[in-house]
C-alpha cells in the first residue's frame, strides 16, 4: 500500500509538472510556486497535499458544477478505496491502473474546477496545512493500537495454552 502511495505521487508530479511546462496539449498551465527548475520534491509533494485538500474543499462549494463535484468524488473515491479496477496482486497490471487513473482523474478535477474557485480552496488548504499537528491525538491512536496487540497476545496466549493443555490427548 506504501509502494502505491509512493508511485502515484511521483507519477502526479511527473503530470503536473508536464502541465506546469505546457507540454500536454489540452491541459492548463498551472500557475503558482517557484520556478521549476528551483522548486525541490518536497515542495512538489507539499503542492499535491495541498491540492488533494483544496480538491476535497471545492467538491463541497456550491459554485464548482455538478459534474466537476462528481468526478472530484469519484476519483477521491477511487483513491482511498481498497478496490480497484485491476486487483494489486496482479503483476504489473494491479498498480499501473493506479499510476495511471489516478494521476490523470486529478488533472482533470483540477481542470474542471474554475480557476477563482480552485485559488480559494488552495490558499484554504494551506492554511489547513500550516495549522499544528495533535501529538495527543496522535497518542491516542498509538495507545488504542497497543491496547488491541496486548490483547491479541492473551487472546493467543489463552487460546495456546487450551489447545496444549493437561485435557489434550496427544
Same mark, same amino acid.
Given at each position: ?5 509512493? =508511485? ?29 527548475? /528551483?522548486? /525541490? ?57 493506479? +499510476? ?6 486529478? $488533472? $482533470? ?6 480557476? #477563482? ?5 488552495? =490558499?484554504?488548504? @494551506?492554511?489547513?496545512? #500550516?495549522?499544528?499537528? @495533535?501529538? =495527543? ?8 493500537? $497497543?491496547? %488491541? %496487540? +496486548?490483547? $491479541? ?18
Amino acid at each position: 500500500m506504501v509502494f502505491y502511495r509512493i =508511485a502515484c505521487f511521483s507519477v502526479f508530479v511527473i503530470l503536473f509538472d508536464c502541465c506546469r511546462k505546457g507540454r500536454l496539449s489540452g491541459y492548463p498551465r498551472l500557475g503558482g510556486g517557484r520556478d521549476e527548475q /528551483t522548486m /525541490t520534491w518536497r515542495e512538489r509533494v507539499r503542492n499535491l497535499k495541498r491540492d488533494m485538500v483544496a480538491i476535497a474543499l471545492a467538491v463541497r462549494d456550491p459554485r464548482v458544477p455538478w459534474y466537476a463535484k462528481a468526478v472530484g468524488a469519484c476519483v477521491v473515491a477511487y483513491a482511498l478505496s481498497p478496490i480497484d479496477l485491476i486487483p494489486d496482486f496482479v503483476p504489473v497490471l494491479g498498480y499501473l491502473d493506479d +499510476l495511471v487513473l489516478v494521476p490523470l482523474g486529478l $488533472l $482533470l478535477v483540477l481542470r474542471l474546477i474554475p480557476a #477563482e474557485v480552485l485559488a480559494e480552496h488552495r =490558499a484554504a488548504a @494551506s492554511a489547513i496545512a #500550516e495549522r499544528p499537528g @495533535s501529538r =495527543a491525538g496522535a497518542v491516542a491512536v498509538i495507545v488504542v493500537w $497497543l491496547a %488491541a %496487540a +496486548l490483547l $491479541l497476545a492473551i487472546w493467543l496466549g489463552n487460546w495456546l495454552d487450551f489447545l496444549g493443555g493437561p485435557g489434550v490427548r496427544n
